[in-house]
């Protein structure tokens, strides 16, 4: 079974801090994704990364892939009460149509 | 274009009773997927339907069940509610289905269920 860990659980910074969330798995994953799902809504997908050692930018959030494509994080640069939210990381399966495996999450609160 | 609908929103059971959720996916996509989101277990994978067909399922009891219509509407239903079941129920649609080509699970806002 593939299980991905995420780390940390909670998180409570000050606004303008930086921070890093981590993503791991003992599993190769031929691609890893991060949501983000704020109070009463779903999940909504920030980035899809693919290659091992991709590095991908989204305005002050940044995410990497691991070179044996079996880790991830996120870095939140100068954080804003924006940002507050669970952060969900998923495995997509190398092979087959093996459904997506969702991390538990890591819950970000970023105070004003 | 429309996201992905649940239907109800909220509701509150009690034990032994059951409880049928719905979900309208985004127009022209096939999959639905039914997650289980709780605070202890997060998302946990409970099944998924391609074009009427369950193509994969979780590790949950038979009481869970679900089904997909010739227009991708789906239901879910769970028999004899227990306690543990409470939880919010997260429907995702996406074109071609999850696996090694997947793309983006489009999620709706979730069925929240309370078993008194």
């Known amino acids: 079974t593939q299980l991905l860990e995420q780390s940390p659980q909670f998180l409570s910074i000050q606004e303008g801090e930086n921070l890093t969330v981590y993503c791991n798995s003992s599993s190769v994953f031929s691609s890893l994704q991060w949501y983000r799902q704020e109070p ?13 050692g991709e590095v991908k930018k989204l305005k002050r959030l940044t995410f990497q892939f691991g070179d044996a494509r079996k880790d991830s994080s996120l870095h939140i640069t100068a954080a804003q009460p924006g940002d507050t939210g669970l952060y969900l990381c998923a495995g997509v399966g190398r092979s087959g149509n093996t459904p997506l495996v969702f991390g538990k999450g890591t819950r970000l609160s970023v105070i004003a | 274009k429309a996201g992905v609908t649940q239907t109800p929103r909220y509701l509150i059971k009690t ?5 049928t959720l719905s979900c309208s996916p985004i127009s022209g996509h096939r999959s639905v997927s039914w997650y289980q989101q709780t605070p202890g277990q997060g998302l946990q994978f409970l099944f998924e339907y391609f074009s009427e067909t369950q193509r994969n399922k979780g590790n949950f009891p038979g009481r869970f069940s679900g089904r997909q219509f010739s227009n991708s509407r789906s239901e879910m239903n769970v028999s004899t509610l227990e306690l543990g079941d409470s939880a919010l129920y997260l429907c995702a649609s996406t074109r071609m289905g999850q696996g090694a080509q997947a793309g983006e699970l489009f999620f709706g806002e979730g069925s929240r269920l309370t078993v008194l």
């Not at chain 2, 034990?15 to 409880?19: L, T």
């Open chain 1, 40 to 52: 009463g809504e779903g999940p909504v997908l920030l980035v899809t990364v693919v290659t091992g």
């Open chain 2, 15 to 19: 034990r032994g009773q059951q409880v």
